[in-house]
Structure formats: structure tokens, C-alpha cells
């Protein structure tokens, strides 16, 4: 979906997106930001071998703010890549009001506090940053460095996408839309380009605040996100669910 496509009554709403925490307000469930989620019981700290490592590290998309934990994208995504024959337990490193500067700072410690190295990190940042009216150069570098640090340690990345809403100005858009593509092209890594694609434009798929999604709005978005993910992990088969 391209920005032109959000009607402007739509794009108000985009505005206040991902801000109903205020930007020092964190949802971790533990120190490292990276909770298990609901679909698994919170004492299994280390997946079977057979299982594979999910991260989601992001902002309140991610974190599931506004819904039950077993609701989150996380444990939805879990869910859906069990139906998918993909074993895989998927651990929610949302936190709410996260900018891409805010992520990278937490990056190296969320990952530090895992019990073996993910076999997949998908990251969602950079949201915040736009309704903030952050300069793209700004969120281009932050995410870099995260994609760096986690070529780095070797591990599997995966991006989704944000636009910004049109009431930015089009020079912004230009910049800040430009970033998600361009990073994942630079990266070789797999694109969701717009987490809220078909659903930031239906009342029905969110939440009564009109900024974030539903249940329902969450289902959507992970039939999308889904076939993208277990693509990413057969791909990476044995990049990281062998190394403790």
C-alpha cells in the first residue's frame, strides 16, 4: 500500500499510530526486553532443539498494546506457524513507545539474555520515529546499525515496513519510505513493507482508539506476515538452532 492510498481522515489517525505509551513507558516482561509469549508457559526458557527461535523486536505493534498477550502478534504468529508445519516458538521483544534509537540501544541486551542465538529476528521500528517527526536519516542509521549488530552475531533478520502519513509533508514520505526497501535490498533480507497494510483503513480490524488493531486486525496481519516467516526460517535452516 502506498502512502497516496490512505485516505486523510485515515492518515490523522496514522499520525497518533504507536504513541499511546509515552516514549520512556517499556512493557519487557523481563530485564532483557524479550518475553516468551502466551502460547508457551513463561518457565520455558529454552526452546527443544527441534524448535526454532523467533524474535520480535519492535514497538507496540509488536508488543501487543490494547490486547491479551495471547493476542499479540507473537503468540498469533506462533500459532500460525505451527499451522504451517513450522515448529517455532516466538518470543515478543515489543515494547511500547520504542523509536529505532531507543531498539538499537536495547538490541545487544535483549539478545544477550537469550538462552541461544534466534534463528530469526524480525525487527518493526521506526514508526515512532515518523509520528515524532524524527529525521529520516536519523531512523535510516539507527536501523542500520541494528542490521548491522545482528550480522554481526549472524543471525537471520527479517524487516516490516512502516510509511508515514501524508499530512508529513511528500518530501518526507519520499525519505522515510524509502528506508524499509532500501535497507532490505541493501541487506538481502525478507520485506513486509507495510505492517498495517489493509488494515490501518478498516475500523473494523482495529482497536476503538483507531491506532492500533484488534484481534482481529492482528489475525490479518499475521496471514499476511506469516508465509514470508516460515520461508525466512526454512531458507536458515540450521543458522542458529544449533548454537547455545
Known amino acids: 500500500m502506498s502512502s497516496r492510498s490512505i485516505p486523510y481522515g485515515v492518515a490523522l489517525l496514522l499520525s497518533q499510530a504507536l504513541v499511546a505509551c509515552s ?9 532483557a ?20 527461535l523467533v524474535v520480535a523486536f519492535g514497538d507496540s505493534l509488536y508488543a501487543g498494546y490494547g490486547v491479551l498477550a495471547q493476542q499479540s502478534f507473537p503468540a498469533v504468529l506462533q500459532r500460525a506457524l505451527a499451522d504451517a508445519g513450522v515448529r517455532a516458538e516466538v518470543r515478543n521483544a515489543g515494547v511500547s513507545g520504542d523509536t529505532s534509537a531507543a ?9 544477550d ?44 533478520t527479517m524487516l516490516t515496513g512502516m510509511i508515514a502519513a501524508p499530512n508529513m509533508g511528500a518530501d518526507y514520505a519520499r525519505d522515510f ?16 513493507p507495510f505492517f498495517l497494510d489493509g488494515v490501518v483503513t478498516d475500523t ?15 489475525e490479518r496481519i499475521v496471514d499476511r506476515v506469516t508465509p514470508r516467516v516460515a520461508t525466512a526460517l526454512r531458507a536458515n535452516e540450521g543458522a542458529g538452532a544449533s548454537e547455545q
Request: charged share 25%.
Open 177 to 192: 519510505n524509502a528506508i524499509f526497501p532500501e535497507l532490505a535490498e541493501e541487506y538481502g533480507i525478507p520485506l513486509d
Open 113 to 156: 539474555g537469550l538462552d541461544r542465538k534466534p534463528d530469526l529476528v524480525i525487527v518493526g521500528l521506526g514508526g515512532n520515529d515518523m509520528l515524532r517527526g524524527l529525521p529520516p536519516a536519523e531512523t535510516r542509521a539507527n536501523l542500520t546499525a541494528i542490521l548491522d549488530e545482528l550480522r554481526r552475531r549472524e543471525i537471520p
Open 33 to 52: 526486553g524479550v518475553s516468551p509469549t502466551a502460547a508457551e508457559p513463561a518457565d520455558s526458557a529454552t526452546p527443544a532443539a527441534d524448535t526454532r
Open 23 to 31: 516514549p520512556g513507558e517499556s512493557v519487557p516482561a523481563n530485564v
Open 103 to 111: 531498539g538499537r540501544r536495547r538490541l545487544a541486551f535483549a539478545l
Open 204 to 218: 473494523a480490524l482495529m482497536l476503538p482508539d483507531r491506532i492500533h488493531p484488534n484481534p482481529q486486525g492482528i
